[in-house]
Structures are given as C-alpha cells and as structure tokens.
C-alpha cells in the first residue's frame, strides 16, 4: 500500500523514462537484423525484460548493460525454443512473438500469467492462419496459452480486423520482412490506436525497412528486404510524461519535461493539445516542455488515438469545473484489466460522478473523501490514481509494485517533486 501525500503547487522539472513501445520494437526488429544493433537509453522493465528473456530462448543473445541492449541479430534465422515461454502480463510480447514465432523451425508454446490468458488475440491467429501459419489458442477460447508451428511464414493476402488492437497489426509488419513472399494486410473496418502502426513504421523505416501504408487501411511489405543492424537511440515516453503534465495541471503548478521528442509520432504527445483544451498553458520547444496549470474546464473528447492516457485524463477531470466526456474508448476493455470498468469503479470509490458505456466515459467531479484504490494489477491505474492524491488527502495505492511493468520509478520520482 502507498499513501500519496497531497501538496500545493509543483514546480519540478523532470525526464521521463524511455518508450516501452520503442523499447520492445527494437528488440524484435534487432534480434532479426543480421549482425549486432546497441539500443541505447532503453526502458527497463518488467515488459521489456520479459521480451529479452524470450528472445533468448530464440537462441538470439541480448546483453543487458547501464544504458543499453546489445543485441546479436540472427538475419532471420532464429531457433526453436527449447521450452514453454511465459511472458507475464507484458502484452506487447505476447502479441509481437505470436508471428515471430512463426520463423522458428519448430513449434513454440506461449503462455503468461492469469490475466494475460483472457485477453483476447483471435484477430492476429485469424489474419496469420490466411497466410499459412498454423497458430492455435491451447483452450480454442480466443485467447493464451498459444501454440504455433514454425518452419517459415509464405507471406501473401491478409485481411485483419482492426477495431480490437493495433498491436496484431504490427505483430506482422515486424516479422513482414522475412516472410518468403511479399504481403498486404488489408484492415477490415477503422483501424483503433493508429499512432501505435506510426511508431511501427517510424522504427521499421529506420532500420532499413520500407512499408506502404495507405490510408491506415492497407500496408503492403515488399519481398527481399531486411533489417539493418544499428546503433540506435530510445526516444522518451509521452505516456509515461503524460502524469507529470497531469500533475502539473491538478496542482496548478508549472512542470518542465526534458529529453522527449517534440516531432514524435507517438500518439500520447497529443496529451498537450488535451490540457490545453482544458485550460493549460502549454510552451513546447526542441529542448522542453512547459507546461503551466491553470483552471480547468470539462472537455468533450474522443481518445482512440491515445488509449494509453485515457486514466490520466480520467484523474485530471475529477478537477476540472463541468462534466468531461471521454469517448472512442471500446479496446481498454481488452487491456491489462476492463479499464472503464476500473475507472468507474474506482472514480465512484473516490466520490465522483460516473457514466460508462461500451466505449465511453462520462465524469463530473464531486466530493472527495479518502480511499484505498484497487490497481487490478494495472500500472496505469496505479500511476493515474496516484495523481488524485496530490490533492484529496488519504489516497492509497493497493499493489503500488504494479508500475514495475512500464516505470519502475514512478513513485520515487513523484516523491522527488512534492
């Protein structure tokens, strides 16, 4: 249990961690590369060790360094692992490895703790099964434990249904590379998250590997390209800086945030634009960002493209005078925990106001007494809730040990500012 301690204004300047995003397409792209790639300023954590860890059973070495993965590629060829592969509850592993897997000679069994084995990857072993993988869910419920036969991908015509989760598009356009014949993954309906297929084909590109992506409605993968290994720079996470602006704008403080990417193609860097909208006063430059609260106000707003800071703008509006209405919301259903059934639980717990639906949430502030909030062994929960205790005194954080998943420094940074 962590009690958050409530305070006045922050004025802080702070650098956030790495892109877990970034961090995990790295390692996938460099262990297929031909020769040895150093990706500096990684994230380490719980997800990215648990992507390291299984890419060793691969046979492909990852050295763990201060500030880096040194990554011995393999051109392709990676081997069978020799046993089961539990990736915990690291999400973007399971999905990345269902294709990958795929290359092996053999056959290779994925697995992950309780929770992992009820999200739902259908869609992915649906699009892979078009193009001659033969990849099953071990219970035939939709979900993990997998079971895939390897011996090569052919390649070809792929049909994928894009309104669950932009990681099973990506899953294949990381591996797209060394299938035996060119692809083209046709997206059946409105692709959800499209900056996450962004930073995907940002970070493909750079390593050698040109897609043609149409509209977020085709991408076609020539045959007969490949990675190239590198020596290559982790940008910072918007997610992860997303609760310091927050705290910023709740506290009505000013926070300056250095190292990140200004131009970034991540989709949560768009979190600005949303505190604006709310009444921030934002200053952006190469070096920093600065970001000044002021008053906030209830705004009206459809989230799809940055998922990830649905719970920090959740916490935010507990602050803000008016309803705010959050929509385009439908896939956090399906993420480390039902995340609008945790939000409306655990903002109902605080004394908010609360409406959810399918794909939205609708909050109005109220009166805020101490509580104990349940994380769901969800980092964002953790993360986000943590922020309603800079100002509503008795805010604690059950399993606070959750935020290990994405940044393990949370709690020990935000200490560092109070």
Request: aromatic share 6%; proline share 5%; with cysteine.
């Given at each position: 249990?962590?009690?958050?301690?409530?305070?006045?204004?922050?004025?802080?300047?702070?650098?956030?961690?790495?892109?877990?995003?970034?961090?995990?397409?790295?390692?996938?792209?460099?262990?297929?590369?031909?020769?040895?790639?150093?990706?500096?300023?990684?994230?380490?954590?719980?997800?990215?060790?648990?992507?390291?860890?299984?890419?060793?059973?691969?046979?492909?070495?990852?050295?763990?360094?201060?500030?880096?993965?040194?990554?011995?590629?393999?051109?392709?060829?990676?081997?069978?692992?020799?046993?089961?592969?539990?990736?915990?509850?690291?999400?973007?592993?399971?999905?990345?490895?269902?294709?990958?897997?795929?290359?092996?000679?053999?056959?290779?069994?994925?697995?992950?703790?309780?929770?992992?084995?009820?999200?739902?990857?259908?869609?992915?072993?649906?699009?892979?099964?078009?193009?001659?993988?033969?990849?099953?869910?071990?219970?035939?419920?939709?979900?993990?434990?997998?079971?895939?036969?390897?011996?090569?991908?052919?390649?070809?015509?792929?049909?994928?249904?894009?309104?669950?989760?932009?990681?099973?598009?990506?899953?294949?356009?990381?591996?797209?590379?060394?299938?035996?014949?060119?692809?083209?993954?046709?997206?059946?309906?409105?692709?959800?998250?499209?900056?996450?297929?962004?930073?995907?084909?940002?970070?493909?590109?750079?390593?050698?590997?040109?897609?043609?992506?149409?509209?977020?409605?085709?991408?076609?993968?020539?045959?007969?390209?490949?990675?190239?290994?590198?020596?290559?720079?982790?940008?910072?996470?918007?997610?992860?800086?997303?609760?310091?602006?927050?705290?910023?704008?709740?506290?009505?403080?000013?926070?300056?945030?250095?190292?990140?990417?200004?131009?970034?193609?991540?989709?949560?860097?768009?979190?600005?634009?949303?505190?604006?909208?709310?009444?921030?006063?934002?200053?952006?430059?190469?070096?920093?960002?600065?970001?000044?609260?002021?008053?906030?106000?209830?705004?009206?707003?459809?989230?799809?493209?940055?998922?990830?800071?649905v719970q920090t703008l959740a916490v935010t509006s507990l602050f803000a005078e008016g309803k705010t209405c959050i929509s385009g919301i439908g896939n956090l259903?399906?993420?480390?925990?039902?995340?609008?059934?945790?939000?409306?639980?655990?903002?109902?717990?605080?004394?908010?106001?609360?409406?959810?639906?399918?794909?939205?949430?609708?909050?109005?502030?109220?009166?805020?007494?101490?509580?104990?909030i349940e994380t769901y062994d969800d980092h964002r929960m953790a993360m986000s809730f943590a922020l309603a205790g800079l100002k509503v005194p008795g805010i604690?954080?059950?399993?606070?040990?959750?935020?290990?998943?994405?940044?393990?420094?949370?709690?020990?940074?935000?200490?560092?500012?109070?």
């Amino acid at each position: 249990m962590k009690e958050i301690t409530p305070t006045e204004k922050i004025i802080a300047t702070v650098e956030c961690p790495a892109s877990k995003s970034y961090t995990n397409r790295a390692l996938l792209i460099a262990a297929l590369a031909k020769g040895v790639s150093t990706l500096r300023n990684p994230l380490f954590s719980d997800d990215t060790k648990y992507m390291r860890l299984a890419l060793e059973e691969f046979g492909i070495s990852v050295k763990q360094e201060n500030c880096a993965f040194i990554v011995s590629g393999t051109g392709g060829h990676i081997q069978c692992p020799p046993n089961e592969i539990s990736i915990g509850l690291a999400g973007t592993t399971m999905r990345f490895l269902t294709t990958f897997a795929a290359l092996s000679p053999g056959t290779t069994q994925l697995t992950g703790e309780k929770r992992m084995l009820e999200r739902p990857i259908s869609d992915l072993l649906k699009a892979l099964h078009q193009i001659g993988v033969k990849a099953r869910s071990v219970k035939n419920n939709g979900c993990p434990p997998l079971k895939i036969s390897g011996g090569g991908i052919p390649g070809g015509e792929i049909s994928l249904a894009g309104n669950n989760s932009s990681q099973y598009l990506t899953s294949i356009l990381l591996s797209a590379p060394y299938f035996k014949n060119e692809t083209t993954i046709n997206i059946i309906g409105e692709l959800t998250s499209k900056p996450y297929a962004d930073i995907t084909l940002d970070i493909m590109k750079t390593f050698g590997v040109d897609v043609e992506c149409t509209d977020h409605s085709r991408f076609y993968i020539p045959a007969d390209q490949t990675y190239h290994a590198m020596d290559y720079a982790i940008e910072a996470d918007w997610s992860s800086a997303s609760y310091f602006l927050a705290a910023a704008a709740i506290t009505q403080g000013e926070v300056t945030l250095i190292g990140l990417n200004s131009k970034s193609v991540q989709g949560d860097a768009g979190f600005l634009n949303v505190l604006e909208k709310m009444g921030c006063t934002i200053e952006r430059s190469s070096e920093k960002i600065f970001v000044k609260g002021n008053p906030l106000r209830g705004i009206d707003i459809n989230m799809n493209s940055m998922p990830d800071v649905v719970q920090t703008l959740a916490v935010t509006s507990l602050f803000a005078e008016g309803k705010t209405c959050i929509s385009g919301i439908g896939n956090l259903r399906i993420k480390e925990t039902d995340r609008i059934g945790a939000l409306e639980q655990e903002l109902s717990r605080l004394g908010a106001h609360v409406e959810s639906g399918e794909d939205f949430l609708k909050i109005r502030p109220g009166a805020y007494i101490p509580a104990d909030i349940e994380t769901y062994d969800d980092h964002r929960m953790a993360m986000s809730f943590a922020l309603a205790g800079l100002k509503v005194p008795g805010i604690r954080i059950k399993n606070p040990s959750c935020v290990e998943k994405s940044f393990p420094d949370f709690f020990k940074q935000l200490e560092e500012i109070l």
